[in-house]
């Protein structure tokens, strides 16, 4: 039987994923842009959880959206420097996608510099980060997966009401929808995709924060899991933030429960292959569904099953 | 005996890896437009074919232990010492096995290419080169986790087919290993000026052009997959029997898939003199930052192994934005004037 504790854990572990994949599918619909640098930028966000905590003290939880603007603000660098001169001159998604991955490289390897920094000059040991012990209990759980799940509850209604409700929201889906004609109407794309630079980082370094309370980290921790990132966006549809979410909850809770089934049912030995499980949900999807969670029209499934209901 | 410093030829044998390397990443790229992401996973396995299978056919011919318990570490280099005392008197053994294991690997690297582009024939742009770049990632973890073919994370020693060759080892492989190189440059230079290379140009540039002039892309994208990883993985094998050993940690998508883009990109996709001269530069480069960095190490608070990161990051990211071409680009392909072949047809 699988523990209480496990399934909490999971859920925080899913949350953040969830998090992690709203803003590479934010990026994507903006720029066209497959965002490999997001392995780095979540990094970047469990790094500063773990670096403030360490200095100042506290709750981690008080440097959530420290996390969230210092890495949104490493997006819209990205942006201006990399990305922006890239599209103004038309280049094709694999060389957008493939300017990401040397964008990753050198923030990784800045990343690996500022370990090194904390051990000589602070002493921290930053090689191997936990920071479970500075969470709170919750009826003998782990406060994360409370505080977690409200952070994407307030996310999701944050973005859903910024999109909908907001002026500037209806010009970022006009955007979405077709930049040339947008741009007619006097929108100006270039701070729209700015925007969705700045908040898809933000994410990213939210959820970074969110993960170093619940996993052990080290510099690679965002190279690690970048496939269930990808992968829980492209279950997810890559068209669609709330298809995102769902696929970074699905994805987190196959991989981290699945993985506990199996090893229970097999023995210990399956646990390393856990990276197994995204990969063949991002295949799943690809080959049956590509169109993703997103991509399902809930109002018709819901009225023919009104149907089938009704009828019986 | 040293005729030729260390350093030299180290910067050769990279250089020569490498090389099979990027033109196999570059025929795919390069010249048929394919996202490759995944390079690392033809490369792995040309390594896990030189890793597992002649140390243990060999095991097999000498009574031996061949089976699981062959890449078990405890017996794993005893075995492979014995084995190499029989390769020292054996040159003719050492041959055949070499290019046998180099036969195999290709062949074998070519039925990978072949499983990968079951996908790749539906997906596109991104979404292909996602699930290429998850799939490398997933046999690099299976093949360190799974001990019974090249042990796992204590890897395996890998027999020596250089060994009779004495004290000239070293001299041997490298020239060994650069012969082979330049031989695929020209196998793949002859490759990408015939018909077949400019169908693949065509098809990169316009596949609804070229499926009007009766060309099937799924043939063609599969048999390009197929040639880029047998070649992909020829480079594994040969890179495996030159370090004689054999770890799946070694294959990790920045040193087999992102730095041979980044060769590339310097050099100039879709032109392979450009990619020969691209990996000739940074291979050189990161030898002199591997030699050098020692004597930042006093002045910087961090490890200046990471320097070689950040500069291989930039370069792509510069090459993308300022010179998208390379610094050699690709040139346009000149065919035989009609006069040419009216005369060449009525000779």
Not at chain 1, 139 to 150: A, K
Not at chain 2, 112 to 125: F, H, M
Not at chain 2, 151 to 174: E, H, L
Request: hydrophobic share 50%.
């Amino acid at each position: 039987m699988i523990p209480p504790i496990a399934v909490a854990k999971a859920v925080a572990y899913a949350d953040s994923l969830a998090l992690m994949a709203a803003g590479i599918t934010l990026i994507y619909m903006c720029t066209k842009t497959f965002n490999f640098a997001h392995a780095s930028f979540v990094t970047w966000g469990f790094y500063i959880a773990f670096t403030l905590t360490s200095l100042y003290g506290g709750s981690p939880y008080y440097y959530l959206p420290v996390a969230f603007i210092f890495v949104g603000l490493l997006g819209v660098v990205v942006y201006v420097l990399v990305i922006g001169p890239l599209m103004r001159r038309g280049a094709s998604p694999t060389t957008l996608m493939m300017s990401t991955l040397g964008v990753d490289l050198v923030l990784l390897s800045f990343i690996q510099m500022f370990t090194d920094y904390l051990t000589r000059v602070f002493k921290l040991y930053a090689r191997k980060i936990v920071l479970e012990v500075y969470d709170f209990d919750v009826f003998g759980l782990p406060g994360v997966t409370f505080i977690s799940l409200v952070v994407v509850v307030f996310i999701i209604s944050a973005l859903h009401i910024f999109l909908v409700r907001t002026k500037f929201g209806t010009a970022m889906r006009a955007t979405i929808e077709n930049p040339n004609l947008a741009s007619v109407l006097g929108i100006n794309p270039d701070v729209v995709y700015l925007t969705s630079w700045f908040l898809g980082g933000g994410l990213a370094g939210l959820a970074g924060a969110i993960a170093s309370i619940t996993i052990t980290g080290d510099p690679t921790v965002g190279s690690r899991i970048v496939v269930s990132m990808f992968a829980s966006s492209i279950v997810g549809g890559l068209y669609s933030i709330y298809g995102s979410v769902l696929g970074g909850l699905l994805i987190g809770l196959t991989e981290y429960l699945g993985i506990m089934v199996l090893a229970i049912q097999l023995g210990g030995w399956v646990a390393v292959y856990r990276p197994v499980i995204p990969l063949i949900a991002l295949a799943t999807t690809l080959l049956v569904y590509p169109k993703g969670l997103g991509g399902i029209n809930w109002s018709r499934i819901t009225v023919r099953f009104k149907s089938l209901v009704g009828g019986s | 005996m040293e005729l030729i410093p260390p350093v030299i030829l180290y910067i050769l044998v990279d250089f020569s890896i490498y090389l099979i390397v990027t033109l196999s990443l570059n025929l795919e790229v390069g010249y048929a437009g394919l996202p490759q992401f995944g390079r690392v996973l033809a490369v792995l396995t040309g390594a896990l074919v030189a890793g597992a299978i002649p140390g243990r056919l060999l095991a097999l011919m000498y009574g031996l232990p061949y089976g699981p318990e062959y890449a078990f570490y405890e017996y794993n280099y005893k075995v492979v010492d014995t084995l190499n005392t029989i390769l020292e008197k054996n040159p003719l053994l050492s041959v055949t096995i070499f290019i046998f294991t180099l036969v195999l690997a290709m062949v074998l690297g070519a039925v990978i290419g072949y499983l990968t582009s079951k996908p790749a024939i539906r997906l596109r742009e991104a979404y292909l080169g996602i699930t290429l770049l998850a799939m490398g990632d997933v046999l690099m973890l299976i093949t360190y986790y799974y001990t019974p073919i090249i042990g796992g994370t204590t890897g395996v020693s890998v027999v020596d087919p250089f060994r009779w060759t004495g004290g000239a080892r070293f001299y041997v492989a490298t020239f060994t290993l650069l012969g082979i190189a330049l031989l695929t440059f020209l196998l793949i230079e002859r490759l990408t000026k015939s018909p077949y290379g400019r169908v693949l140009r065509a098809m990169r540039d316009s596949e609804l052009a070229i499926t009007v002039y009766g060309r099937d892309i799924v043939k063609l994208r599969t048999y390009t997959l197929m040639v880029g990883a047998a070649i992909a993985s020829l480079g594994g094998a040969l890179y495996t029997f030159y370090t004689g050993s054999c770890i799946a940690s070694t294959y990790t998508r920045v040193t087999w898939t992102f730095w041979p883009w980044a060769f590339m990109m310097l050099g100039g996709t879709g032109n392979n003199l450009g990619v020969m001269f691209g990996v000739l530069v940074f291979v050189i480069v990161k030898t002199l930052i591997v030699m050098y960095r020692g004597l930042l190490a006093p002045y910087v608070p961090f490890d200046p192994v990471w320097l070689e990161y950040t500069f291989v990051g930039m370069a792509i990211v510069l090459i993308a934005i300022f010179r998208p071409q390379g610094l050699i680009p690709e040139k346009p392909i000149f065919t035989i004037p009609r006069k040419k072949i009216e005369e060449l047809i009525k000779a």
